[in-house]
């Protein structure tokens, strides 16, 4: 054979090679991927803190004077409410006292009638009238204090709530510096925390915050910010704040540690899945499907805002309905034709789809 027809042979062959890979490449099936749906959603900031619990109220209970006990009438953690008697004392004295002036209030009284008659009679004088009237009224400022005596010798609850540990026995002679026992008001609780002051202006009374405890695993609390300190720490650079948090079980005890989110700048926007995101160097890509025979995978450049437990704010390039690629990236580029096999709505097992897929497509 001669060199011309060789080389003509060769020639021929690299065309049919050719033409064999571009009709095997313009045959290739087309890549599968999981998609996502661009939607509006409400949306917050997250800010981060560690809180610790106090009472809505909170009061220890002491005596006003120094007596006896002569009875106690509650136990140990038990609820009670607003002027429930807790303890009496020995009031034996006090309740002689107001006898004794009772009666002689009764005689002033009388007094004071017959001097009243007698003046209307134009027998007595004023001055005898007005004399027996300041004695009467001496007498009932007696009783009322004696009374307001004999009420110090009655401790009560001051509000609706739940009592601590007992401290006193009948017969103890208590002081007024005496802690008798504990009352606190847990129906709600209150949380205070400190903010960095660069949060300031995302802060406002009423913003939604979610807690947990490390006493209660995977169990969140939800409560509401209620005020925020007017003084920014000047060493510190926080300000001081106050949630409040319901409290109907009481489960929340005063002294716990909380991990505190607070949801600032709330919002509705749009946010897709995090894994469809693709960075190079400081831009954000996403590939968009664009309908077709085949779907084709567009590539497109937007602007993120926060981050958020897998979820990603998209404040520019995309608009809600769009439906993006968050499985499959590494196997695509701008115009790769695409198969969606499914549309993630945040409860598909992505991984054993995925999985499966790749088992059928091998079976092929």
């Not at 129906?187 to 939604?208: C, W």
């Not at 209660?216 to 060493?235: A, M, N, T, W």
């Amino acid at each position: 054979m001669s060199s011309r027809t060789l080389n003509g042979a060769l020639t021929a062959t690299l065309i049919s090679i050719c033409i064999a890979g571009t009709t095997l490449a313009a045959g290739r099936p087309p890549t599968s991927v999981v998609a996502a749906s661009t939607q509006s959603a409400p949306y917050y900031d997250k800010i981060e803190a560690l809180g610790t619990i106090s009472a809505n109220e909170s009061v220890n209970i002491t005596p006003k004077i120094t007596e006896k006990v002569i009875s106690v009438h509650f136990d140990d953690g038990v609820s009670v409410k607003r002027g429930d008697v807790l303890i009496k004392l020995d009031d034996e004295e006090e309740q002689a006292n107001l006898r004794s002036t009772l009666a002689v209030q009764a005689e002033r009284e009388s007094a004071y009638r017959r001097a009243q008659e007698l003046y209307n009679r134009r027998v007595g004088s004023e001055a005898d009238l007005d004399a027996a009237r300041a004695r009467v009224d001496q007498s009932k400022a007696e009783i009322e204090a004696i009374r307001t005596r004999i009420s110090a010798h009655q401790i009560t609850a001051p509000f609706n709530g739940v009592l601590g540990l007992r401290n006193i026995s009948v017969g103890a002679l208590v002081e007024p510096s005496d802690v008798l026992t504990t009352l606190d008001d847990l129906s709600v609780v209150k949380v205070d925390f400190a903010i960095p002051s660069v949060f300031l202006a995302n802060l406002k009374p009423g913003l939604k915050v979610e807690a947990e405890t490390s006493a209660y695993p995977k169990q969140i609390f939800s409560g509401e910010l209620k005020s925020i300190s007017p003084r920014v720490d000047p060493v510190t650079r926080t300000v001081q704040a106050r949630a409040l948090f319901d409290n109907p079980g009481r489960m929340l005890l005063p002294g716990m540690l909380l991990q505190l989110d607070l949801q600032s700048r709330p919002r509705t926007t749009l946010v897709i899945p995090e894994s469809a995101i693709a960075t190079v160097g400081t831009a954000h890509y996403v590939f968009v499907v664009v309908e077709g025979e085949p779907a084709k995978a567009q590539r497109r450049q937007v602007e993120i805002g926060s981050r958020k437990a897998g979820k990603v704010e998209i404040l520019k390039g995309l608009e809600e309905g769009d439906l993006v690629i968050s499985h499959g990236l590494v196997k695509i580029s701008d115009g790769s034709a695409v198969k969606v096999i499914a549309v993630d709505d945040g409860a598909l097992n992505v991984a054993k789809l995925l999985q499966g897929e790749q088992q059928a497509e091998q079976t092929e």
